[in-house]
């Protein structure tokens, strides 16, 4: 009896770890089984970049939004998942460039460097990308306790990643801003959660001073 | 020598409906029959191996004659070859019906295209409110094969039926003081999802213009066909302008009124975005959407791992025919 009390309890994080790691798969599974019967209409290529956008958007989003539910619902456990989190809305950033350079342009190499060149929604979004490589190589439990309070700081870029993410969404628009203003919202909710609490425990050190 | 004449018996009375919502089927019918009536060497349309299960739009009864009678006009059709029609009808962009490239066909069935009245209006003699059947009643429609190229650069080859539009125009006979011609497009936001949204930028109705001389030119079209059916409601039907060398914006759908004016009219787009749309939007692949290259464009259909890319041509390929109307204009600031 003891034994399987034991057991419950290791398996059930583990149930939910699988959870987490499986649940973030399914939009791709989704996207590779409609690209192989034919279903994403007659241009695949663009279907496929925007469904990899959006999915890398939202995960942020998902990730950014950890802390928040944590704190505000007490949801300690939460915490563990959230550089699995991240580390998926960085994989969906890379197929994303990687569909857009491979369906869209080819590899030909003038178009690629006539798109970073010219086209500042997608520098901006290189960018955001680029910024993100090194928050995914840094997010080890090793390298977190190397980096110590650097660590904290470094990761901290992922707002200015939110945000050129956000900007590379919002340069795209071209005659309605529905998608733009709900991303938009969220992602001004989730960064005023931040500032709220900074400001909140500011007061609080002023107030024991 | 033989000259393709024209029937005068209706053909719906030859070959029943069912026959000839098929045209491959309908011209093996016809060979039995009526092989006489055919001009050895006359263009007639081929036979479209459209596929069974896809949606068929044989429009209304009044159109059938002029559909079959349609040859196609060798000289204006690029040899290309034609995207497959499951790809032209279900993708494009038809705001009125949404922003998806696949929302107009899963929006626009219900679409009601038939009775439909135009106004002719403005700078003519002969204004007037008209059923769609009693203006296009004179015209012989042709099969015109046209490269369409979207500002967002991709591109299409799409075998439309139509006619002229210079020679619509000419029936109602333009005064001098006509300089330009003002479509627009159907507002009803009852059957327009699009216009009923909060969030688009568009002003509707859509409205689209023309340069007198660019709308007499024998290379813009008025369609009500593709593929040699009636032209779907995602299309643009009932009929629809094909401005093969400008960008597809210019090339406006489902139109209720036709106004000849002396002023350039304001157009839907330009509205909306001076900066990335102009009046003129003839395709020209030096001068860049602020936003993107328009230097080349992505041929559809397109295999994922070889992307179709083609370089984009001045006028869309049509500069021969057309550079000559803007001899003498910065294309770079009438764009």
Known sequence: MVLTGIRANTLKPYALWWLVFLLPLLPLVWLFEQAWSMNLGADPAQAIVKFTGLWTLRLLWITLAVTPLRRIFHWGWLQRYRRMLGLYALFYAMVHLLAFATFILGWRPDLLWRELSERPYIVVGSLALLLLIPLGITSTRGMQRRLGARWVKLHRLVYVIALLAMVHFIW?????????????VILAALLGYRIWMRRNSLKRKNLLR | MLIKRRSSIKSSEITPESVYVNRRRFLQGLAGTTALALTPGASAIPAYSLDKDQPQYPGPDWLQGALRDSVRNEAFSTDEKPAPYGNIITHN???????????????????????????????????????????????????????????????????????????????????????????????????????????????????????????????????????????????????????????????????????????????????????EYGFYANVNPAVDHPRWSQATERRLPSSLFSPNIVDTRPFNGYADEVAGLYSGMDLQRWF
């Not at chain 2, 210079?166 to 003002?182: C, I, Q």
């Open chain 2, 93 to 275: 962009n038809f705001y009125e019906f949404g922003l998806g490239k696949q929302d107009p066909s899963q929006k626009a069935q219900a679409f009601k295209t038939d009775p439909w009245k135009v106004e002719i209006a403005g700078e003519v003699n002969k204004p007037g409110v008209y059923n769609l059947e009693d203006l296009l009643r004179p015209h012989a429609l042709e099969e015109r094969i046209y490269r369409l190229r979207c500002v967002e650069a991709w591109s299409m080859v799409i075998p439309w039926m139509g006619f002229s539009l210079g020679d619509l125009l000419k029936r109602f006979e333009p005064t001098s003081k006509a300089k330009y011609v003002e479509f627009t497009t159907l507002q009803d936001s009852e059957q327009m999802p699009g216009q009923r949204s909060f969030f688009s930028t568009l002003d509707w109705p859509y409205v689209e213009g023309l340069r007198m001389d660019e709308a007499m030119h024998p290379l813009t079209l008025l369609a009500v066909g593709l593929y040699g059916n009636a032209l779907p409601p995602q299309n643009g039907a009932p009929f629809r302008l094909v401005v093969p060398w400008k960008y597809g914006f210019k090339s406006i759908k489902s139109i209720v009124k036709i106004r000849l004016v002396e002023e350039m009219p304001g157009t839907t787009w330009n509205r909306t975005a001076s900066g």
């Open chain 1, 172 to 184: 795209q628009i071209r005659s309605s801003f529905e998608d733009q203003l709900f991303y938009g």
